[in-house]
Nanobody, 118 residues
């Protein structure tokens, strides 16, 4: 079992930055992917970015490429999502996720709200 807790959401103006963090506890594997998904109002949850637990093999979706960066955090068992040049369409609830599959994780955090005002 893996427990995931997100932090760092909030309200920011378009063009601003936010950093999300995800702290993992419980059973983790070096082969696991850690990642971020988001869900905007009225839309389905979508993949944003992922990284191997070892810190290798990062991948971000095209809509955030060049603006968002996923990396291992300085604290043990954490993953961060640095979000720059935020746009109103980035608004949504951001979920940390983990599992052996990059796009279909087994474990989810509770979510953190990100709101980008125009």
């Amino acid at each position: 079992q893996v427990q995931l807790v997100e932090s760092g959401g909030g309200l920011v103006q378009a063009g601003g930055s936010l950093r999300l963090s995800c702290a993992a506890s419980g059973r983790t594997f070096s082969t696991y992917y850690m990642g971020w998904f988001r869900q905007a109002p009225g839309r389905e949850r979508e993949f944003v970015a992922s990284i191997r637990w070892t810190g290798s093999s990062t991948y971000v979706t095209d809509s955030v490429k060049g603006r968002f960066t996923i990396s291992r955090g300085n604290a043990k068992n954490t993953v961060t999502l640095q979000m720059n040049s935020l746009k109103p369409e980035d608004t949504g609830v951001y979920y940390c996720a983990a599992g052996p599959s990059r796009f279909t994780p087994d474990y989810w955090g509770q979510g953190t709200q990100v709101t980008v005002s125009s």
